[in-house]
């Protein structure tokens, strides 16, 4: 006689996963600042490690290739562009795979990249690999953001701070990058290799496969938007005009900085031991930023935080144009560091407080698009201008404007009625 087969408990399944949810549940709610570092790693390989760790190489890789400061800074055109692209095609994916599998996968492409970046010396392959790697760290960086404003919605009342810890992380990056780049070139000098800078770019390809190794387990725990909801939401996306230009502006501002500003003090004179401590202090100053404008955050609803934020940037990156004197460059390193991934967060806050949660992947990406298309334009303006008038400075200034006409353009945003939100 055949036995009868025993048959699935659907509310023995039901319970286990209601164990599982309580479980990542009570890690959240105990530990939202571990989930958060957890995140920040995501920004330290996506931002601190692929895209600004280029302002340490460029100069070494522009005198070894014979670039002009139009392909210099074409690179980061390329990577933005990238990062553009990335950030076009996130959310189509996001609805697809869930934001966990986009954070994971897109940092360990972009971890593989940064890795083929350093066995490569011609121009046009160096190029492409800078492209494909802003593509795969926009799936880093939009992915982590829908985590962390999740993370942020689950403490109200520590949410500016959480998403500057978030936005911070790149700051680890910096810091890390500031010491490992100059000791492993020297390293690659020291050992007679050909192109010493490419031994900067594999030792980072490394460190950004244990970030996210160390990334991976907390931040699979912070829980998704559930599948019926991801990208669901629709916005009048014109309803946020002003702060979505003035993100625009401040793209095309900062990414000129961060670029250039390393070149330019190397130009000035300044040793190499001075450098690697001002990019150290400016990636203290944006991990720091976390806890410094956390308030404002959360003060206020519209776009104060992001203008208030472009005015101070735009004078930070002002300082090195007009003046060599290393107290002000400094003060340029620190006030640029405290500030500036702190814009990028006040637009996530500016979404988390307008937009219902099934339009926050929309928001967003909204953002990342317009910031990223503003990121193309600047490096290759500022090389440009550069070239031309014989010296950084002048780039400087130009994106010192931008930033300002970035600062008064959110002054004109203003929160969001209900009736606004909704496409009709």
């Known amino acids: 006689m055949l036995k009868r087969q025993a048959m699935p408990d659907p509310t023995a399944a039901s319970d286990e996963g209601r164990k599982l949810s309580h479980t990542h549940h009570d890690f959240i709610t105990r530990h939202p600042l571990l989930a958060a570092l957890a995140l920040s790693l995501g920004t ?3 931002l601190g490690v692929a895209r600004f760790s280029y302002a340490l190489l460029l100069s070494p890789m522009r005198t070894d290739l014979g670039w002009p400061y139009l392909i210099a800074g074409g690179m980061n055109t390329g990577n933005a562009f990238g990062y553009l692209l990335g950030a076009l095609i996130t959310p189509s994916l996001a609805r697809r795979f869930g934001s966990h599998k986009m954070l994971v996968g897109g940092a360990l492409a972009t971890a593989f990249f940064i890795v083929l970046s350093g066995l490569f010396i011609d121009t046009a392959t160096l190029l492409f690999l800078r492209i494909v790697t802003g593509a795969v760290s926009a799936f880093i960086f939009i992915s982590g953001g829908i985590l962390a404003t999740r993370l942020a919605a689950l403490h109200p009342q520590r949410a500016g701070f959480l998403l500057g810890v978030f936005y911070g992380g790149s700051g680890i990056g910096i810091v890390i990058s500031a010491w490992l780049v100059p000791l492993t070139i020297a390293a ?14 594999l030792a980072m390809g490394i460190l950004s496969l244990v970030a996210t190794a ?21 916005v009048r996306l014109r309803t946020l005009g002003f702060s979505l230009t003035s993100y625009f502006m401040f793209g095309l501002g900062y990414i000129g900085y961060m670029t250039f500003v390393i070149a330019l003090l190397k130009e000035q004179g300044m040793s190499a031991g001075m450098i690697t401590l001002f990019y150290t ?3 203290v100053a944006v991990v720091a930023s976390s806890r410094l404008w ?4 959360d003060k206020f609803k519209g776009g104060e935080s992001l203008a208030i934020l472009n005015a101070l940037l735009s004078i930070a990156t002002l300082l090195p144009a007009v003046t060599a004197s290393p107290v002000a460059v400094f003060i340029s390193g620190l006030m640029f560091g405290g500030v500036f991934l702190s814009a990028v967060a006040s637009t996530t806050a500016l ?15 909204a953002f990342t698009i317009v910031f990223a298309a503003g990121q193309i334009v600047g490096p290759s303006i500022v090389g ?9 400075q002048q780039g400087l200034m130009f994106s010192a404007a931008a930033l300002l006409i970035g600062a008064l353009l959110a002054c004109r945003q203003r929160p969001l009625s209900s009736a606004q939100v909704l496409a009709q």
Request: charge should be positive; aromatic fraction near 10%.
């Open 214 to 234: 160390f990334m991976t387990p907390p931040a699979l725990r912070i829980p998704d938007l559930p599948p019926q909801v991801r990208g669901a939401g629709r």
């Open 351 to 365: 979404v988390r407080h307008n937009l219902p949660p099934a339009s926050w992947s929309v928001g967003i990406s």
């Open 294 to 297: 956390a308030g404002m955050l």
């Open 44 to 46: 330290a390989i996506a």
């Open 281 to 283: 202090l400016l990636g």
């Open 384 to 392: 440009w201008i550069a070239d031309r008038s014989g010296g950084l």
């Open 188 to 201: 690659a000098n020291a050992y007679g290799v050909a192109h010493s800078w490419q031994w900067a770019w």
